[in-house]
């Protein structure tokens, strides 16, 4: 197991494993959500120890030194990828030896029965929308509504948005959609504003780390000097860190198009208008269901067929309805967030309690 120590564990502290530390990846959502964990977790006593490890590697017999685990749902828990897998095993591992398990900011779609084993093992799994919510339930597991986290994260005092003429158009999970919407910026003279990032991890924290970040910066910079392709604009148009995309698109925006889940999150946060484009899983549907804002999504025939950016200007057109319901859902998010946390560490205060 590749771990860190992510803070000092003082004696009185209950200690946490977090698996799934997605700093690494260099996506501005994975960053944002680690970044948030951390801080909850921190601002309730407790110490997290983050670790990497995804695969079969991971050593199970080390889960017994901790007051409880904590798995980052991103991306996680669908048809039988590593990490389900790795969930299913560590849930039971953990269920055996009598500490709690919990999976946050997870999204369940159809996993095969291996997986599904592991679903009643697991002390809660708190669901991003309420169609994660429905399938973790009929699996058998305790499953809570819990929106993003990345809804409530801190915004500076100096960052707001500012209405304007910018339109961005971001990138999406899917390579083919990525290349459909880096046409789309092309086709429209619109900046592409890809989400990947720097991997927000100190240079000499581990090999892998160190690797990426050297990767990023060499594609970043031969992006720049040699735009116009997808291949070269994947990274030649993205932003170092979560704060610089924040601030990107809160300045002077009109309009975000996003193939992200998290790009709509954020957006979603900081109150810009945006159109989501549909995704690999259902979690794009879910999330504007449940924000009672549906009519935000847009497919991928859209994309394709729009020449002028006028086209999608009364789509994304904000009404006051539609700021009521956002700020309602971030408002109901920010509550569920914070109560989500404080159950997780209050149920592993019970094995070393907080002083």
Same mark, same amino acid.
């Given at each position: 197991?590749?771990?860190?120590?992510?803070?000092?564990?003082?004696?009185?502290?209950?200690?946490?494993?977090?698996?799934?530390?997605?700093?690494?990846?260099?996506?501005?959502?994975?960053?944002?959500?680690?970044?948030?964990?951390?801080?909850?977790?921190?601002?309730?006593?407790?110490?997290?120890?983050?670790?990497?490890?995804?695969?079969?590697?991971?050593?199970?017999?080390?889960?017994?030194?901790?007051?409880?685990?904590?798995?980052?749902?991103?991306?996680?828990?669908?048809?039988?990828?590593?990490?389900?897998?790795?969930?299913?095993?560590?849930?039971?591992?953990?269920?055996?030896?009598?500490?709690?398990?919990?999976?946050?900011?997870?999204?369940?779609?159809?996993?095969?029965?291996?997986?599904?084993?592991?679903?009643?093992?697991?002390?809660?799994?708190?669901?991003?929308?309420?169609?994660?919510?429905?399938?973790?339930?009929?699996?058998?597991?305790?499953?809570?509504?819990?929106?993003?986290?990345?809804?409530?994260?801190?915004?500076?005092?100096?960052?707001?948005?500012?209405?304007?003429?910018?339109?961005?158009?971001?990138?999406?999970?899917?390579? *083919?959609?990525?290349?459909?919407?880096?046409?789309? $910026?092309? =086709?429209?003279?619109? #900046? /592409? %504003?890809?989400? !990947? +990032?720097?991997?927000?991890?100190?240079?000499?924290?581990?090999?892998?780390?160190?690797?990426?970040?050297?990767?990023?910066?060499?594609?970043?910079?031969?992006?720049?000097?040699?735009?116009?392709?997808?291949?070269?604009?994947?990274?030649?148009?993205?932003?170092?860190?979560?704060?610089?995309?924040?601030?990107?698109?809160?300045?002077?925006?009109?309009?975000?198009? *996003?193939?992200?889940?998290?790009?709509?999150?954020? $957006?979603? =946060?900081?109150?810009? #208008? /945006? %159109?989501?484009? !549909? +995704?690999?899983?259902?979690?794009?549907?879910?999330?504007?269901?449940?924000?009672?804002?549906?009519?935000?999504?847009?497919?991928?025939?859209?994309?394709?067929?729009?020449?002028?950016?006028?086209?999608?200007?009364?789509?994304?057109?904000?009404?006051?309805?539609?700021?009521?319901?956002?700020?309602?859902?971030?408002?109901?998010?920010?509550?569920?967030?914070?109560?989500?946390?404080?159950?997780?560490?209050?149920?592993?205060?019970? =094995?070393?309690?907080?002083?």
């Amino acid at each position: 197991m590749q771990s860190e120590r992510t803070f000092v564990a003082g004696a009185s502290r209950p200690k946490v494993l977090l698996i799934g530390d997605t700093r690494t990846v260099g996506h501005q959502g994975s960053a944002l959500v680690v970044q948030v964990i951390l801080h909850e977790f921190e601002r309730r006593g407790v110490d997290v120890i983050s670790s990497r490890a995804v695969g079969s590697g991971f050593d199970l017999a080390k889960l017994s030194s901790f007051d409880g685990v904590v798995i980052n749902g991103e991306g996680a828990l669908h048809v039988r990828s590593p990490k389900a897998l790795l969930i299913s095993r560590v849930a039971r591992q953990a269920r055996e030896i009598g500490i709690p398990c919990f999976v946050l900011n997870g999204v369940v779609d159809e996993c095969e029965e291996e997986v599904i084993k592991g679903f009643p093992a697991l002390t809660a799994v708190f669901c991003r929308e309420r169609r994660s919510l429905d399938r973790a339930r009929s699996y058998g597991a305790s499953a809570k509504l819990c929106p993003d986290v990345t809804l409530s994260i801190d915004i500076p005092a100096n960052l707001e948005w500012t209405p304007g003429n910018k339109v961005f158009v971001t990138d999406s999970t899917l390579n *083919s959609a990525n290349r459909t919407l880096h046409a789309f $910026a092309r =086709r429209t003279h619109t #900046p /592409f %504003l890809p989400m !990947r +990032t720097r991997p927000q991890m100190p240079l000499f924290s581990s090999k892998k780390a160190f690797l990426r970040i050297m990767k990023y910066e060499v594609r970043h910079k031969i992006g720049n000097m040699v735009p116009g392709s997808f291949t070269a604009d994947r990274f030649g148009c993205a932003v170092g860190s979560p704060d610089a995309f924040l601030r990107a698109i809160a300045d002077g925006t009109k309009l975000i198009v *996003s193939g992200r889940f998290h790009g709509v999150c954020l $957006a979603m =946060r900081l109150g810009v #208008p /945006f %159109l989501a484009v !549909r +995704t690999i899983t259902h979690k794009m549907e879910g999330l504007l269901e449940d924000a009672q804002l549906s009519h935000k999504l847009i497919d991928m025939d859209t994309v394709k067929s729009t020449t002028r950016l006028q086209a999608l200007f009364a789509l994304g057109a904000w009404s006051d309805a539609d700021e009521t319901r956002r700020r309602s859902y971030v408002a109901s998010a920010e509550k569920a967030i914070a109560a989500c946390f404080d159950e997780v560490a209050a149920n592993i205060s019970t =094995r070393h309690p907080l002083v």
